[in-house]
């Protein structure tokens, strides 16, 4: 047992209610088609928490990130058992700067504690 052990889940405990409901999708499977290439499988879809946000003006100059990328923060304890966002997923969470309509993102580089409780992603 580590000492991280059930940390994603107290986190999810505790904040859950101040993140809104999102959609993690996943891409499917790529199966050989035979003849040398490859057929996409059907995306996977996972429930999750997510909070959308804005990068601040010193991170996106510092870091070089693009003013029409979004950080999208989802809770580890919302998603199922070893599903991790990753590059080239999607996350489709509601958007305070669209009248908190969903949107949907793609995920273009992730970051978390050793934990899991909180992913970082950035999205545009």
């Keep these: 047992m580590s000492i991280i052990t059930g940390e994603a889940e107290a986190a999810y405990e505790d904040f859950a209610e101040d993140f809104e ?62 599903v991790i966002p990753a590059k080239g997923h999607k996350i489709t969470a509601p958007d305070p700067s669209n009248g908190g309509a969903m949107r949907t993102f793609d995920v273009i580089a992730k970051t978390g504690d050793p934990a899991s409780a909180l992913y970082k992603l950035q999205a545009s």
């Design 21 to 82: 409901d999102g959609v993690l999708t996943v891409p499917g499977e790529a199966t050989s088609d035979g003849q040398g290439g490859w057929v996409p499988g059907a995306p996977v879809t996972h429930d999750c928490k997510a909070l959308v946000t804005d990068y601040s003006d010193y991170r996106r100059i510092s870091l070089g990130i693009p003013a029409t990328d979004r950080q999208v923060l989802v809770l580890g304890g919302s998603l199922p058992a070893g």
